[in-house]
Nanobody, 115 residues
Framework: QVQLVESGGGLVQPGGSLRLSCAAS????????MGWYRQAPGKQRELVAT???????NYAASVEGRFTISREAAKNTVYLQMDGLKPEDTAVYLC?????????WGQGTQVTVSS
């Protein structure tokens, strides 16, 4: 059973930055693509970014050029660097690990962008 623990959320002003972390409990996560999703109140969960085991990244159009996903295999951790934050980025951000056995989710971390 893999556990994903997110951290790094908080309140930030528009234009500010945050770095989210997702720590996995198992090293097997290194062979899988991992991703970040977000869900705002009253809206559907949406994909933010993904990164493959080889480091290939993919971003939603709404965050392209502002967010950067990366991973540190030795720490079983995936990061989401968020720069140029906008009020519309406000949401709960969730880490995702889709495996052949199960689709794992973290508990989420709140990001609020407001002046």
């Amino acid at each position: 059973q893999v556990q994903l623990v997110e951290s790094g959320g908080g309140l930030v002003q528009p234009g500010g930055s945050l770095r989210l972390s997702c720590a996995a409990s198992e090293s097997i996560t290194r062979i899988y693509t991992m991703g970040w999703y977000r869900q705002a109140p009253g809206k559907q969960r949406e994909l933010v970014a993904t990164i493959t085991s080889g480091g290939t990244t993919n971003y939603a159009a709404s965050v392209e050029g502002r967010f950067t996903i990366s991973r540190e295999a030795a720490k079983n951790t995936v990061y989401l660097q968020m720069d140029g934050l906008k009020p519309e980025d406000t949401a709960v951000y969730l880490c995702n690990l889709p495996t052949v056995f199960k689709n794992y989710w973290g508990q989420g971390t709140q990001v609020t962008v407001s002046s």
